[in-house]
């Protein structure tokens, strides 16, 4: 069993900066990509970064692309999101989940994904 638990949440201004945390246990840690996805009220869970087993290869999702970095500390068992110039449109729950493997054809699908945080929630206002 896999626990992963969000922090960094909080509300912040736009063009503000937050970075979530997401802490990891019950399994080797550096064995597999993480994720961040995130879902605002009434719409559906959207992907936002992957990072793989290494931190070697990320992906973001347009949307979040030079604003957000994702990064990992395999030795903390710790995956971060950088999140910079937020926007009002960014307000959602952000939650981290562990890949089943290291497939970047796999980062963006939510059901390669096997163990999933309760999420933290961000508010930008504007």
């Known amino acids: 069993q896999v626990q992963l638990v969000e922090s960094g949440g909080g509300l912040v201004q736009a063009g503000g900066s937050l970075r979530l945390s997401c802490a990891a246990s019950g399994r080797t840690f550096s064995g597999y990509a993480m994720g961040w996805f995130r879902q605002a009220p009434g719409k559906e869970r959207e992907f936002v970064a992957a990072?793989?087993?290494?931190?070697?290869?990320?992906d973001y999702a347009d949307s979040v692309k030079g604003r957000f970095t994702i990064s990992r500390d395999n030795a903390k068992n710790t995956v971060y999101l950088q999140m910079n110039s937020l926007k009002p449109e960014d307000t959602a729950v952000y939650s981290c989940a562990s890949n089943r493997g290291n497939y970047r054809r796999d980062y963006r699908i939510p059901g390669r994904y096997d163990y999933w945080g309760q999420g933290t929630r961000v508010t930008v206002s504007s």
């Open positions: 990072i793989n087993w290494s931190g070697g290869d990320t």
